[in-house]
């Protein structure tokens, strides 16, 4: 493997379990007890199951209307430590690029909280080794040698059709995938908890 590239929300970050405790569901902090996983990876319609009402929760004005600080003021997730530094020792930091998308109907201003996000939660040589994509086709990047590590099924799938890798990290809308990718959790176990 010669290229890392590492998702953002759900992944280093607690992004969806956040937005749960934001409208009144679960605990936060990675709590994603409250997800029903049938839905998919689509938290509007997680919150029209739990009962929110589809006028509040139009897909468009859901994501156009969240505050950016859902983004910059993301918890870490509980891997993002262990992982970043698990990758670190791998790979030169120019071999990893943390790669994440434009939060639909956001433009800049999830862009801007990104970035913050990043400068604020990894390794300063991280710092500058993100890319922010708006199409959501993270699959043009793959190739031999390359890895995605990602929580979105349809990434993973799309990455290795395109001759990449992927890993997938553990939440409750990607495990009808079971088995289909590496699993993160494996590899992380793996390694002692005072790694550094
Ligand atoms: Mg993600």
Not at 25 to 38: A, I, K
Not at 94 to 103: D, E, F, H, Q
Not at 159 to 164: K, M, R, S, V
Request: net charge neutral; proline share 3%; glycine share 8%.
């Amino acid at each position: 493997m010669n290229h890392v590239f590492l998702d953002l929300d759900d992944v280093l970050n607690n992004f969806t379990s956040d937005l749960g405790k934001l409208f009144g569901v679960g605990e936060g902090s990675g709590d994603l007890s409250w997800f029903p996983g049938e839905c998919g990876y689509d938290i509007v319609s997680a919150l029209r199951r739990l009962g929110w009402s589809k006028d509040i929760l139009s897909p468009y004005l859901f994501w156009s209307t969240l505050p950016e600080t859902c983004w910059s003021q993301a918890s870490k997730s509980a891997i993002c430590d262990k992982l970043v530094r698990r990758l670190l020792a791998s790979y030169s930091a120019r071999n990893i690029t943390i790669l994440t998308s434009v939060a639909r109907g956001q433009s800049t201003a999830s862009v801007a909280a990104k970035i913050e996000w990043i400068k604020n939660n990894l390794p300063v040589e991280l710092h500058n080794r993100y890319i922010i994509i708006a199409t959501g086709e993270k699959w043009r990047l793959a190739g031999s040698g390359c890895l995605l590590i990602d929580d979105n099924v349809d990434n993973c799938r799309m990455f290795t059709e395109a001759c990449g890798d992927a890993m997938i990290v553990d939440r409750p809308w990607n495990q009808s995938c079971r088995g289909e990718f590496g699993r993160i959790r494996k590899m992380l176990n793996a390694i002692p908890n005072h790694t550094s």
